[in-house]
Each structure stands twice: as structure tokens, then as C-alpha cells.
């Protein structure tokens, strides 16, 4: 039953790009209408309406977002029925090479990965009409957009089917170059090309790994079913091989530092639903790769292979927040925030690793269960923010926050929504983001019991990043709502901007935001519900989750730590109602509006607002050293002794180091390679000549 | 009988953070050879603060009506959870310790949004050096409290409580480093001299009243509230964590009069122990908050690891 939603899934998916093609056939409709209007000529007043180019171009726009969101629900369902029945469920499908068909399995952690897909795909449908609308009449096909759009899910849905290595690499690929296509689409940017270019190249790159990775466990197990791979037995040293091959593969594709650097670089140039889908959806698709090879088809795993990462998730999860921190474009400032996010996924994972090597399976599927929810809610919260950037960007034309402000008397509806966003990637409670990491803490806290003692220290020293990382994610939400929403417009295109007229640009965000917040209320039976998936993956699940009821969360027993997310809310809102009855109710005088404080100048006005730039000023003071900084103020004097300042110019750029670090030297080693191979390129034909004669001499040689 | 026990614990806890702050300001004043307010003069202020007409800017938004109540219930939430004089309370089950630094990391979040919301100078300098500390505080204080989390295996703040009562006093280094982590945090988080001055309007060095600054009458009011309140959260949790000792641990009256007697005495060491630091220091300049805050993070560090190294039995 499971399956058969999955596949109607990827058929609705497919089915809404193949729809897209129609985008450019309008001739072929026009005939159909002419035939009708030929047979009954009375139609011909109701016929005009629904063939007229606009009806027909809503219809078309809508029709594509409505198989995308039969796609998603379908996703949903099939999720879910996995999950509640546990099963696992096998196929064959008669595609593929003759030998070696292509091999499916839908287990629970296949499911659990299809309820990522399948909630913001949901949002997505209700978003996407209304925002590409404007595309419509601009230079570029919705064809592209919407055949592409529907390869990519379906492509991310194949991946989490595919039970042969063959079968993966392709969904993989389908995955990685439709999307290809999705980020170059409004290319006639450069910076877009160039992105796109990047992003192609990493992702052949990380395919190139995961091919090798693949490649080490059939080496040794004779077959690409991924059966093979589950039985075969292999030595540590290419376990480690083959797990290092993985884990740059897949954490290419997931962004992990250092090889994060296509992502900030790609889901800005997408347009806003793709890049939801893509930094909400593609990056848990890649980690769903990676926790596939590591627990389920890598028959062990070493201590050391956990340390490194949870170094790396680490590693991600600070560096990721304090790029984040430095970006003033909307959608470049949430993509650095996948990276951090991917890096609080990999800790769990990394947790998880080391407790299993060390035997602890129930704490191993803490931190497990502390990961997969993290990738839920991440999902979750990191497409609505995208959605809503995508509305702000819709709205203003302004993707620099240093022109925006003042939108939460322009776009009331969206700031709440957006609010709520900001709360849950900010890991404040109630909302789910905390829930998630307060999981994470708890599985770093049972720590205690490791053997090893430098990954005893470790795992504290790295949650105490991970503590870092969230409070620095929440100043950097408090900067990014408190420049966009909050204070008075800085441009006349953010003083001018209005509520989008289409409904579904804002009930899209709207369900992922009414999701976050039932999450965050409500974590218990969702985690319940991912026993079954630690169950079948790790052995073990975790049996006291409810011990205290439903409305309260104990991961391990009640009396080492709880959590009643929903009393919490209640409390919250009981005391603020108090307060509000107490001191505003009873004898509170009315408030009285005025202007602000200006010093007693006068004149206040929106240049002298505290900007984005100076806000995270002080962070990037403290941590000058990751940051590379080229700051530059050029002044033109007058006067005598140069008293006058004409001109002032301040220029800052602030970059990554890791493309001075890690990219540039493998570029520059890459052209000196070419460089060093071209010399047999001499250009003389007689040069060549004696290169064929020398290969023919060898040839002889080897066969006599 | 329990759940109206901790009930009034809490308004216990709230009702008597103003006093904690004339008592600090009392000693403060007698140590700089001046006279002193009564203790009782923070309790005029807010009454004065709750008539008077608020005065908002134009350009405000619900953000920043919203936030004083927002502050004040999360941390009114904060101090339920914490025992004060009885452990065993139901309400620390609703959640443990790293939910508390949530909870303040909340209500943080809106007072900074609240500082932006204007759209003056003021507000957001405050709002970003607020957010800049309690960033580099907020590792800190989660080592320290992983530290005694470790070492109780529980982050239930009853339960570790209990478990430092149960085993008397013994010497821990790993607690001696988190006890100095913790009180180098609670003095920035809550504001005070050497990070912040709590009585300065001077715009060069303002962290928390820059972000506050367009604030007056019962938003105001509920502001002050919340910072007494919080005072008294970090006092409470170092003087209960790492010296429980006359804790009531059953709900006789006998046992709760021990309680509070015991409690007092220890806020009042630690009052005492704060107002001299606060006469000794001058305030830092803002960019030396930050070696200030990494000195904490590193004591807790060091806890953390002679935990790890010296206390851990295998």
C-alpha cells in the first residue's frame, strides 16, 4: 500500500513536467478549440473565456502546482503508512540494464524521508502560481521551469526508492542535473551561470565519490543490490575507505564545510520555491544517502569515523552561522543557514556513530531520532523562510535587506508567518527547532559512559559549540527580522510594497509555519512514530519517550530530564494573560503615541537606523579569523590641510575562507595537472604519428 | 498540595526579586560611603512605573507592545521551574535546564526585536551588543551546567539538587570551575559592572538600556520586573545548585521556615559578594566583554574536562 502511494507520487511529479511541455503548444490547443467551436457554434461566447490566453495560461500555471501538490500528498500518505505499519516493502521494476533491473525498497526510513519531501512540496503547490506568474511574460519558458521542477522531485523520490547502487546513481544524477537546469534558469545573470557551473561540477564531483564508495562494496560483495552490499564483510581499513568515499559524496551534496561552497552560491540564483525544495528538501535527501550507507549498508562502524563527524558537523554548524551572519542578500543568509542546520544533523549523527561502536544502541538511537527530527524540521521551517523571502523579493523586487524595513505594516500577515520561521530556525522554545537540539544536547549528555576519553571530552566541547552556533543563529534572525520587518523603510520599493493579492503565496508558508508550531507542541508522537525507523535501522529504539504521558518528552527516563513543550505554552500564556488583566487591565492608563527619542536633534529618518552591517559588526570583530575581510575607506579632501571631506566611500567585503583555503589551491592544482598533461599536445601531426606507432608497438608486443 | 506548593513558590520568588534589588543596592550604596534608598524603594519605582501614562513611537509595531509581556511571562516561566526553597516541586518536571537557558534566549529574542523595532540608532546598537554578549555567554553557561548534568546524570534541576544533597560535601574541582563559569555569566547576562552598567544612560556604553530606551510606564514597569527577577534566577541557581544545604526536601512547615532561612542567607552572601565586585571593577570597554566571556567559557571548560579526567570512574 505503502508503495503505491510512493509511485503515484513519482508519477504525479513526472506527470507535472511532462504537463509543462504543454507551455509552448498552445497551437495544438487552439486547433482542439477551433474543432469544438466548428461542431457547436451556440459555445462560442464560453468558449472564448476558457480558451482566451489568460484562462488558459492561469489553468495551465495552476495544473502544474496541482500535480506538484498530488505529488506531495501522495508523499505524505505513503510516509506515513510505512511508518505506521513498519513494513518493509520490496519491488522490481522492469527498467534498467537486462541483467540488473531496477531494484525497490520502501522501508520506514524511506517513508520518514518521503514526509520531508511531501510536506513543503505541499507548500510549494500553494506558493508556486502565484510567484511564477511574473515569470510568465519575462524572457523565460515556464517549460523549463516546470519540466525540470517535476524530474527533480521525482528524481529526489527515486533516490529514496532505489534498492541496487545502479538504480541510485541514476535518481541521483536525475536529481542533481534537473536541478542543474533549475538554477541556471534565470541565466542571463552571470553570477547565475557561474553558480550553476559550480554547482554542476561539485555535484559530478560528489557523484564521482559516492560511484567509488558504491564501488568498494561491490568490489568485495560481487553485485550492485544493495542486498550484496548489506551481507558482504569488510576489512576496516576499506570500510574506512569506503565510508570516507560516502562521506564526501554525500556531504558534498549536503553542504558540510569545506565543501559547502556551491550551496550559498546556487539557492540564491533558483527562483523561491526551488530553492525551498532544494535547500528544505535536497540536502536531507543527501543526508538520507548517507545514514542508507552508513547503518544500513556498511555492516560496521568505528569510533573514529564518528569523531570525525561530529568535528565536521561541528565545524559546519559554527562556521555555517557565522557566514550566515555576514550576508546581507535574504536568500544567501538562509543558505548559509542550511549549512549550519546540515551541521546540527551530522553532530546527532555523528553521536549516533560513536554510540554505536560503543555498544550503547539505545542512546545511538537518541541521537538518531535527535537527527531525523531535525531534518523534519528543518524542512519545515527552512521552506517557509525561503517561501517568504521568496514573497518579500515577490513583493519589493529588493533582495538586499540593507534596502528593506518596515514590512510588518506593509505585509502584516507574512511578518507573523515569517515570524514564526525566525522563532523555530532560532531553537527557541516552544517552536519545534528547539525540540530537535534540546534531543541533540540530551544524546551529547549521556557522553559520560564512552570509553574513549578524548571523544568523552570531545562530544561536551562539541555541543557547547553546537550551544554557540544557537544563540549566535538567533541574533542573526533577530538582525535579519529586525532589518527586513521591523523599523522604518530604508527604500521606496519597501515603503510602496502591499500584500500579494494570490492567496496561496501566503497559505503556503502559512501551513509549514501551522506545522512548526504543532511540532514544537506536540513533538511526542512524531517521535514515537520514528522508533520504528531507529527500530529497523539501528536495533533499538526508544521505549520511554512518553513515559509521563504524550504531553511530555523523556528521551531517556523520566527523571534525567523532561520536557512538556505544551505545559511550557500554556504557562507562557497564562502568565501573559495575568499580566496583561493585572497591570494593563486595572487602572493602566491608555498608551500614548509620540515621537521617538532623537536626542533632541530632531529629524529623525530611516538612514539613521542601525543597518545590517553594523549590527553584526561586533561578531565579525570577535571572530576576525574566519572571516576574510577587505575593508577600504577612500576620502576626498578639499580644502586647506585637507580640513573639508568632500566624499566618503566605505566598501566591505567580507568572504569565506575556504576559497582562498581549500578551492583556490585545488583550482590552481588542477590547471598546473593540465597544464603538465597538455605537454604531449604538441600540435605536430608528426608527433601523433609516432604516438600511434609507439601504441601499436606495445599493442604487438602485449598480444605476441 | 504539591502543584500549590510550587504555585507559591513562584510568587514567592517574583515578589520578593525587588527586595534582592534594594538589598544589592543598599550594600553598593553603604560600600561607596553613600546613603543608601530603603530596600523597598524598588517596589515604589515599579508601582510609579505601572500608573504612568507609556509613552510609544510612531513607527512600533505589535513586536513591541508585545514584548514586555513576552519577557516577563518567560521569565516569571523560569522562576517556577527553578526550586527555590523545597526541591521535589512538580513543576521542574516541565522542564529541565537547558529548556531555562531557552526560555531566557526567548525572551531575549523579543527584546531585541523590540530595540530594532523603532528604528533609531539607540535601539539597535543595543539589541546587537545584547545579542553579541549573551551569544558568547550562552556556551559558557551550557558547559557549566553539562558539567553538574554529567556528574547527577540528570538535567532535571530538582534532581541534580537532590543528587549534590545526597552526596554531601565533597570536594569537586570540576564543580569549583563550573561554580566561577557560572558566576562570570550570571554577571553578564544580568548586566552588571564589569559588562554592563546597569545605571548609565551614557550612549557609548549602553548594552541593555540602549535596547530599552524607548520604553516607559507599565512596559517599562514589566521590563524592570523581569530583570529583578532574573537577578534573583541566577543568584537562586548558584546558591541552590552548588551549595543546597537547607533545602527543604519534604513539605513540613518546619522544613520550608529552614528553607528560606537558608536561602537568604546565602543570597545574601552572594549579594554582598557581587555589590564588592561591582565597586572594585570599572565597567570594560564593549570589545573586552568578549575575553571576559571566553575566560568564563574556559573555566567551564576546564570543569567540564577534570570532570571527564579526575571524577569520571571507569
Not at chain 1, 255 to 265: C, F, K, S, T
Not at chain 1, 486 to 507: F, V
Not at chain 1, 511 to 531: D, K, Q, R, Y
Request: hydrophobic share 55%; aromatic share 12%.
Amino acid at each position: 500500500m505503502s508503495l503505491f502511494f510512493a509511485y503515484l507520487s513519482v508519477a504525479a511529479s513526472l506527470a507535472s513536467g511532462v504537463a509543462a511541455l504543454a507551455t509552448d503548444h498552445r497551437v495544438m490547443l487552439d486547433r482542439f478549440a477551433d474543432l469544438i467551436l466548428r461542431r457547436w457554434p451556440r459555445q462560442q461566447d464560453q468558449a472564448g473565456v476558457l480558451f482566451s490566453e489568460r484562462q488558459f495560461a492561469e489553468s495551465h500555471r495552476n495544473s502544474l502546482f496541482v500535480l506538484l501538490g498530488i505529488s506531495g500528498v501522495f508523499a505524505i500518505l505513503a510516509g506515513a503508512t510505512a511508518m505506521l505499519n513498519g513494513s518493509v516493502t520490496t519491488d522490481t521494476l522492469p527498467l534498467g540494464l537486462p541483467w540488473l533491473h531496477w531494484h525497490i525498497r520502501f522501508d520506514a526510513l524511506s517513508g520518514f524521508f518521503f514526509m520531508i519531501i511531501g510536506m513543503p512540496l505541499c507548500a510549494v503547490s500553494l506558493f508556486g502560481p502565484g510567484y511564477v506568474q511574473e515569470f510568465e511574460h519575462g524572457k523565460h519558458s515556464l517549460t523549463v521551469l516546470g519540466l525540470f521542477t517535476g524530474l527533480f522531485v521525482a528524481g529526489m523520490e527515486l533516490v529514496l526508492l532505489a534498492d541496487d547502487a545502479f538504480f541510485f546513481v541514476i535518481a541521483w544524477e536525475l536529481m542533481s542535473v534537473s536541478s542543474y537546469f533549475l538554477v541556471a534558469f534565470q541565466h542571463e545573470q552571470a553570477s547565475n551561470r557561474r553558480a550553476a557551473f559550480l554547482y554542476l561540477l561539485m555535484a559530478v564531483i560528489g557523484a564521482m565519490a559516492i560511484i567509488l564508495a558504491f564501488g568498494v562494496l561491490a568490489g568485495f560483495s560481487g553485485g550492485l543490490l544493495f542486498d550484496d552490499f548489506r551481507s558482504v564483510k569488510l576489512s576496516p581499513v576499506w570500510a574506512s575507505v569506503a565510508f570516507v568515499l560516502g562521506l564526501f559524496g554525500f556531504g558534498m551534496k549536503a553542504g558540510l564545510v569545506p565543501l559547502h561552497a556551491w550551496l550559498p552560491e546556487a539557492h540564491p540564483a533558483a527562483p523561491a520555491h526551488v530553492s525551498a525544495l532544494m535547500s528544505g528538501v535536497m540536502l536531507k535527501v543527501a543526508v538520507y544517502g548517507f545514514i542508507r550507507f552508513t547503518f544500513d549498508l556498511l555492516d560496521q562502524v568505528m569510533w573514529e569515523w564518528g569523531g570525525v563527524v561530529l568535528v565536521i558537523g561541528a565545524g559546519s554548524t559554527l562556521l555555517g552561522v557565522l557566514y550566515a551572519m555576514m550576508q546581507h542578500d535574504i536568500k544567501r543568509l538562509l543558505a548559509y543557514h542550511s549549512v549550519e542546520n546540515i551541521g546540527i544533523i551530522f553532530i546527532g549523527l555523528g553521536l549516533c556513530i560513536i554510540y554505536v561502536s560503543e555498544g550503547k544502541s539505545q542512546i545511538a538511537a537518541l541521537a538518531m531520532v535527535a537527527a531525523l527530527f531535525h531534518c523534519l524540521n528543518h524542512a519545515l521551517f527552512k521552506s517557509l523562510l525561503f517561501l517568504g523571502a521568496g514573497s518579500i523579493i515577490h513583493q519589493t523586487h529588493e533582495q538586499n535587506i540593507e534596502h528593506l524595513g518596515g514590512l510588518i505594516h506593509r505585509l502584516p500577515k507574512l511578518s507573523v508567518v515569517f515570524l514564526i520561521g525566525t522563532l523555530s530556525i532560532a531553537a527557541l522554545p516552544p517552536f519545534n527547532g528547539f525540540v530537535s537540539e534540546w534531543l541533540t544536547f540530551q544524546a551529547a549528555l549521556q557522553a559520560g559512559g564512552i570509553h574513549s576519553g578524548v571523544l568523552r571530552s570531545l562530544v561536551p566541547a562539541s555541543a557547547s559549540l553546537l550551544a554557540l552556533a544557537g544563540a549566535l543563529t538567533a541574533t542573526c534572525f533577530v538582525k535579519l527580522y529586525g532589518v527586513v520587518f521591523l523599523g522604518l523603510p530604508r527604500t521606496r520599493h519597501a515603503a510602496n510594497c502591499h500584500e500579494s493579492p494570490h492567496r496561496g503565496m501566503l497559505a503556503g508558508p502559512a501551513m509549514l509555519a501551522g506545522l512548526c508550531v504543532l511540532l514544537g507542541i506536540f513533538p511526542t508522537p512524531m517521535i514515537e512514530s520514528l522508533n520504528i525507523v531507529t527500530g529497523q535501522l539501528l536495533g533499538d529504539a526508544l521505549p520511554g519517550a512518553s513515559a509521563l504521558g504524550w504531553l511530555w518528552l523523556t528521551p531517556v527516563a523520566p527523571e534525567v530530564a523532561s520536557y512538556s513543550p505544551s505545559l511550557v505554552l500554556v504557562g507562557i500564556l497564562l502568565t501573559g494573560w495575568l499580566c496583561y488583566r493585572l497591570i494593563y487591565r486595572r487602572g493602566g492608563l491608555e498608551a500614548r503615541r509620540a515621537e521617538p527619542w532623537d536626542c533632541g536633534f530632531g529629524g529623525l529618518n530611516s538612514h539613521m537606523q542601525y543597518t545590517a552591517t553594523a549590527f553584526s559588526m561586533p561578531i565579525r570583530r570577535i571572530f576576525e579569523p574566519v572571516f576574510v575581510v577587505e575593508e577600504t575607506i577612500s576620502e576626498q579632501k578639499s580644502g586647506p590641510d585637507g580640513f573639508n571631506t568632500d566624499t566618503l566611500h566605505y566598501q566591505l567585503r567580507v568572504s569565506d575562507l575556504s576559497w582562498g583555503y581549500v578551492y583556490q589551491p585545488v583550482a590552481q592544482l588542477v590547471i598546473t595537472l593540465s597544464r603538465w598533461v597538455s605537454r604531449i599536445q604538441t600540435g605536430n601531426i608528426r608527433t601523433y604519428i609516432a604516438y600511434s606507432f609507439f601504441t601499436l608497438l606495445i599493442l604487438l608486443w602485449g598480444i605476441s | 498540595m504539591a502543584w500549590l506548593l510550587a504555585l507559591l513558590q513562584t510568587l514567592l520568588f517574583i515578589s520578593s526579586a525587588p527586595l534582592l534589588a534594594g538589598w544589592l543596592k543598599k550594600v553598593k550604596c553603604r560600600l561607596q560611603n553613600r546613603r543608601a534608598p530603603s530596600i523597598f524603594q524598588p517596589y515604589r519605582d515599579l508601582r510609579k512605573l505601572w500608573k504612568k501614562e507609556p509613552i510609544i513611537a510612531h513607527p512600533a509595531s505589535w513586536i513591541f507592545k508585545a514584548a514586555p509581556y513576552v519577557v516577563l511571562s518567560t521569565t516569571v516561566l523560569t522562576a517556577s521551574i527553578i526550586p527555590l526553597i523545597a526541591v521535589n516541586l512538580p513543576t521542574a518536571k516541565i522542564a529541565d535546564v537547558v529548556v531555562l537557558i531557552g526560555f531566557f534566549a526567548l525572551g531575549r529574542f523579543f527584546l531585541a526585536l523590540a530595540g530594532m523595532d523603532i528604528g533609531t540608532a539607540f535601539g539597535g546598537m543595543g539589541s546587537s551588543r545584547e545579542m553579541t554578549v549573551s551569544s558568547l555567554a550562552e556556551p559558557a553557561m551550557l558547559m557549566a551546567v553539562f558539567t553538574l548534568a554529567m556528574s547527577a546524570s540528570t538535567t532535571n534541576l530538582s534532581e541534580a539538587m537532590k543528587y549534590v544533597l545526597d552526596t554531601g560535601l565533597v570536594l569537586r574541582p570540576s564543580f569549583i570551575f563550573a561554580m566561577l563559569g557560572l558566576m562570570l555569566v550570571a554577571v553578564a547576562e544580568t548586566g552588571r559592572i564589569p559588562v554592563d552598567n546597569p545605571t548609565t544612560h551614557l550612549e557609548l556604553t549602553m548594552i541593555h538600556e540602549a535596547m530599552i530606551l524607548e520604553y516607559s510606564g507599565r512596559y517599562l514597569g514589566m521590563i524592570e520586573w523581569a530583570s529583578q527577577i532574573k537577578l534573583m534566577i541566577y543568584g537562586v541557581l548558584i546558591a541552590n545548585i552548588f551549595f543546597p544545604w537547607g533545602i527543604a526536601q519534604e513539605f513540613t512547615l518546619e522544613a520550608l521556615g529552614v528553607g528560606a532561612m537558608a536561602l537568604t542567607f546565602k543570597l545574601v552572601v552572594l549579594t554582598v559578594l557581587l555589590s564588592l565586585t561591582e565597586v572594585i571593577f570599572a565597567k570594560m570597554r564593549v570589545f573586552r566583554v568578549q575575553e571576559y566571556l571566553s575566560f568564563a567559557y574556559l573555566l567551564t571548560l576546564l570543569g567540564m574536562l577534570s570532570h571527564i579526567i579526575l571524577e569520571v570512574q571507569h
